[in-house]
């Protein structure tokens, strides 16, 4: 059966993960600046804890693969991008089931 208090909270953190990012994308579409070190953090803290973004993230690096440390500012966006993208599908999922 479905519990609708952690769907709840799964809800409000899918929407959390998403505003964090889209708030580093459209700082940097804005201002040309990025926090890289926050970014990045966010970046590799959802590739351990979200299945969808793991996989598509192994699927993207078995292709194509800079450290970030080397990736430009534009790679690094473009992957904010991809787990927004991600994390919305997601969460019409979620909103579906309730």
């Known amino acids: 059966m479905n519990d609708p208090i952690k769907t709840a909270y799964d809800i409000s953190s899918i929407k959390k993960d998403i505003s964090e990012r889209q708030e580093m994308i459209n700082d940097y579409l804005n201002t040309r600046r990025l ?3 926050k970014a990045i953090s966010k970046i590799q803290e959802l590739r351990l804890t979200d299945k969808k973004v793991a996989t598509v993230t192994a699927v993207k690096q078995l292709q194509f693969s800079v450290p970030f440390d080397q990736a430009p500012d534009e790679n690094i966006v473009a992957e904010l991008k991809m ?6 599908a997601e969460l019409a999922e979620k909103i579906s089931k309730q």
Do not use: E, H, M, T
């Not at 787990?83 to 919305?88: F, N, Y």
């Open 35 to 37: 926090d890289r070190d």
């Open 83 to 88: 787990q927004v993208d991600i994390l919305s």
